[in-house]
């Protein structure tokens, strides 16, 4: 991927684990092969408090020159990283954002209060709240629908940068359907099937995840018709 892309867009690579030695060694290989950041997921299954959580990302951080994005997930890992911890990460050297995917604006909001400039937080693929988590301080969102409506996205965030919030507001209104179609299973099994319907084949989801079934594609592509 570093030498396909060849320096026109930033890698972040994702190196997190539950094992916080193998998150060291992970993080180790993707800087010696050249990626620009490492994305670090809160480690799952054995479910460490907040100190824990604090010690585990520290400890990558440490062992990297790489600029680390934290990723906050708990719907699929169980713990999450708490307003406090989230703060005290962002004093260390080369954390430098977060991706949320909490939901919870308030959390949201309080973490940005909190951080020194420059420490961004991103929505975390819940691309529903990409608008609403840009309109209190947020930087951006790592995307699942963008793969399908970038541009839109794109042209969203402008307005609302651009001062046309109303604007704003409508397409984020009219992107809402195909937002969820894209979640209507398991990621990213929904949005490999939306690629391959616009020619662009990435290949199957690997088990336990499974393909869309018949009737899942069909509803899916319907959505994605009635938006073109």
């Known amino acids: 991927m570093v030498k396909v ?6 890698i972040i690579a994702g ?13 180790k290989e993707a800087e010696q092969i050249g990626v620009d950041a490492a994305l670090i997921v809160t480690p799952f299954y054995n479910k460490p408090n907040q100190e824990g959580l604090y010690q585990h990302f520290s400890a990558v951080a440490e ?14 890992a169980v713990v999450r990283l708490n307003v406090e911890t989230v703060v005290a990460l962002s004093q260390v050297n080369n954390i430098v ?8 604006l308030d959390s949201i909001a309080s973490i940005l209060e909190q951080v020194e ?7 975390g693929g ?22 399908i409506i970038g541009n839109e996205m794109r042209e969203m965030i402008n307005l609302f940068e651009d001062g046309k919030v109303r604007e704003a507001a409508q397409l984020h209104r009219r992107l809402l359907p195909i937002m969820r179609a894209l979640f209507m299973a398991p990621s990213p099994s929904p949005v490999k099937s939306a690629l391959k319907y616009q020619q ?23 959505v994605i018709e009635s938006f073109q």
Do not use: C, W
């Not at 062992?63 to 699929?76: A, F, G, Q, V, W």
């Open 5 to 10: 892309v060849d320096g026109r867009v930033p």
């Open 15 to 27: 190196t997190g684990n539950n094992n916080t030695q193998a998150s060291i060694e992970l993080t």
């Open 63 to 76: 062992e990297t020159k790489l600029p680390i994005m934290l990723y906050n997930i708990p719907s699929r």
């Open 97 to 104: 954002s977060v991706k949320d995917s909490t939901g919870d």
């Open 117 to 123: 400039e420059g420490f961004t937080v991103y929505s």
């Open 126 to 147: 819940d691309d529903s709240l990409t608008l609403p988590i840009h309109s209190i301080g947020g930087s951006g969102i790592v995307s699942v629908s963008s793969h």
């Open 200 to 222: 662009i084949d990435v290949g199957s989801v690997r088990l336990p995840l499974v393909p869309l079934s018949p009737f899942e594609e069909q509803n899916l592509f319907r």
